[in-house]
């Protein structure tokens, strides 16, 4: 293929310039000041170098190498794929289920609601394999639903959810049963709605005393029985304790690692070589006109290991993280009025006890 060249200049020195380099100039026009010319599309590169050194002003018009060629069919063959990409996208997501949207739920988690739903199926499935009746039966045998309806728009398979309305607090005024102490402590406020107060502020508590009593006695001496109802605050205490070794046996990453691709859903569970392993689990979409959510969950291989372990040298944060665990696993009801801890050494070892002080309703 032809090259086409135009240079500012006159005719014999540009021709000398290339014809000493073996460069052979055809078609050849000369305008006002400059000469056009066409060469082979090999020569082009050769042509342009020549005219530089020389400090030639001038302009490839059209530039006949194959690699100029294949690039510029190349960009207009993207352009070509690009679009039929785009066809065969639009027809495959018209007829896919690609993303499911569940609303409604409060009390229980989407990802368990996600779990049976998604139970027999690899997204993105065909519209065809979705039986949103089967779903919502499913759903609707889930602990704590009520109802639940299910349908297809588009690419989305929508899942409403009707959650079981709480059942109402029904008091039996028939059971006269007295009202006890669920935690030791000391009486901070008392409330007491029907029967007789068994305690007062600041009496020091056990575990399973009475609080209310539901025998009373009228002002004329008769004795009876009403119904104990009320509500007894405490300042109770909490302990926790944890013992810490000189060594400790820890997990670290062997190396060796695995990956796995899913759509819609994050993998459920590892199914692999690896006895144990760390999983990291990555969000993404495929690019295109209709985006598609998917996961990667890379899986690395952790072996346990032992080593050393010294308890002072991190005493300020070991302290703070297990207060903060502790904290967890605490009535949550209760307003946490402050805590302190204490070290015991026990030969090598070291014994953390935290203690939490609290107010809490104690029936």
Known sequence: MKSRIRVKGKLRPITRLLNEKGISLREIRVGDGYVDFSTAGKDTYLASEELKKSGKDFTVLKDGRIKSYLLKNALRFGVYVGLIFGIIAAVFYSRSVTRVDISGNKLIEKEEIMSVITEGLSFPTDKSS?????????????????????????????????????????????????????????????????????????????????????????????????????????????????????????????????????????????????????????????????????????????EETEKEFDFYADEENIVKEETVCGERDLPHEGELIRTWYEIKRLDKNVNLVIYYELEIRIN
């Open 130 to 302: 979705v039986d949103v009746k089967k779903i919502e039966k499913s759903v609707i045998g889930m602990d704590g639903v009520f109802s639940a309806s299910a349908e297809i728009k588009g690419n989305t398979l929508i899942v409403k959810i009707y959650e079981e309305p709480e059942k109402p607090d029904i008091v039996d005024k028939t059971d006269f049963t007295d009202v006890k102490s669920d935690y030791d402590g000391v009486i901070t406020r008392i409330n007491v709605y029907s029967g007789q107060a068994a305690v007062k502020r600041g009496d020091t508590v056990k575990k399973g005393q009475t609080l209310i009593s539901c025998d009373k006695v009228s002002p004329d001496g008769v004795e009876y029985k009403e119904n104990a109802l009320g509500e007894i605050y405490a300042r109770v205490w909490v302990t926790k304790e944890k013992l810490f070794y000189p060594t400790i046996i820890t997990t670290r990453r062997t190396g060796k690692s695995e990956k796995r691709v899913t759509f819609f859903a994050p993998p459920k569970r590892y199914e692999g070589k690896f006895s144990s392993c760390e999983t990291v689990v990555t969000e993404k979409y495929l690019p295109g006109i209709f985006p598609v959510k998917y996961y990667v969950a890379e899986y690395y291989e952790t």
